[in-house]
């Protein structure tokens, strides 16, 4: 079974919309860590997030938020006033403490933000 | 910042070909990784090492070997390349992992075409 699903292949919105990135993740440990990475045209993997299981706060940065539910095991993403330059292939990660030099990445998803 | 540095962004071998696929970082960080990135697969390890010489499989190790002869530096080696090995190979460095608490750095990806 996966550890990370991301259901959303592909996602197409117009510059300004809102947009969610949905992330589903399963795991047995207590202690875990989620990330989310942007991967631009370039390819380089980028760092954006990274969230403990203890820790459900939401996060807020700029246009970005993220939604973390242990209840429904998400992680969602969200975009606020999308951007052409947000477009990128985002993945999200787990972390699993008794095993941490694994992560396990979702499939990703593309987003294309249009002008 | 850290920087991870593939040497090559794009490479084109033939069917039996031994691969050379260079990494090098420069913050002095312990660990490296290679995945490989597939569409609808997201990024698969294939093998890290957390010390010079020392090395572990990750999950799609077959048809690959590695070498860490020095820290900053770390090769994936494809004996004899196929063509089902074609596919975006991604560097990866961090600090020494004492908890799922770190996050990756990633180097710009090598797209691998296999003839």
């Known amino acids: 079974a996966q550890k990370v699903t991301q259901a959303q292949t592909e996602i197409s919105v117009v510059e300004k919309e809102d947009v969610t990135l949905d992330c589903v993740y399963e795991t047995r440990d207590t202690t875990y860590y989620l990330f989310w990475y942007k991967q631009p045209p370039s390819g380089e993997l980028v760092f954006l997030i990274r969230?403990?299981?203890?820790?459900?706060q939401n996060e807020i940065s700029g246009r970005y938020s993220w939604n973390f539910q242990k209840s429904t095991s998400s992680f969602n993403f969200t975009i606020t006033a999308s951007q052409v330059v947000d477009s990128a292939v985002y993945f999200c990660a787990l972390s699993e403490n008794y095993n941490f030099n694994k992560f396990y990445f979702g499939s990703g998803t593309k987003l294309n933000v249009k002008p | 910042d850290v920087k991870v540095t593939q040497s090559s962004r794009y490479l084109v071998k033939r069917t039996g070909e031994k691969v050379f696929l260079e990494c090098v970082q420069d913050?002095?960080?312990?660990?490296m990784f290679w995945y490989r990135q597939d569409p609808g697969l997201g990024l698969r390890l294939i093998y890290f090492s957390y010390d010079v010489k020392m090395k572990e499989k990750g999950d799609i190790p077959e048809g690959y070997s590695v070498s860490r002869e020095k820290k900053e530096r770390f090769s994936l080696i494809l004996e004899s390349a196929s063509t089902n090995q074609t596919s975006m190979y991604l560097c990866a460095s961090s600090p020494i992992l004492q908890s799922a608490n770190e996050k990756l750095f990633f180097g710009s990806g090598t797209q691998l075409s296999v003839l």
């Open positions: 913050m002095d960080h312990e660990n």
């Open positions: 969230r403990n299981s203890f820790d459900e």
